[in-house]
Nanobody, 121 residues
Framework: QVQLVESGGGLVQAGGSLRLSCAVS????????LGWYRQAPGKQRELVAS???????NYADSVKGRFTISTNNDRNTVYLQMNSLKPEDTAVYYC???????????????WGQGTQVTVSS
């Protein structure tokens, strides 16, 4: 069973920084991608940042130049460094792992419980 646990959220002032961490445990099989999503009240979940197995990264336009996704060498921890935070970044942030049990299997998405990030003006 794959488990994801986020940490590092909190309340910060606009312009501040936070570093989110996601601890990944269990067998992930064949990894497709790691990512961070967020969901604000009344809004749909959106992709913030992702990293594919070849370490290609992708960012939402709204966070480019401010956020950075990374992993440790064993890929059992996923980080999201958030700088120059804005009130519009306020949301619950979710860690995501997309993986398949074996190479030709259908991919599965695994999610953490989320961590609240609140940015005050």
């Amino acid at each position: 069973q794959v488990q994801l646990v986020e940490s590092g959220g909190g309340l910060v002032q606009a312009g501040g920084s936070l570093r989110l961490s996601c601890a990944v445990s269990g067998s992930i099989g064949s990894l497709d991608a790691l990512g961070w999503y967020r969901q604000a009240p009344g809004k749909q979940r959106e992709l913030v940042a992702s990293m594919t197995s070849d370490v290609t990264t992708n960012y939402a336009d709204s966070v480019k130049g401010r956020f950075t996704i990374s992993t440790n060498n064993d890929r059992n921890t996923v980080y999201l460094q958030m700088n120059s935070l804005k009130p519009e970044d306020t949301a619950v942030y979710y860690c995501n792992v997309r993986a398949r049990a074996w190479l030709l299997a259908r991919p599965n998405d695994y999610w953490g419980q989320g961590t609240q990030v609140t940015v005050s003006s």
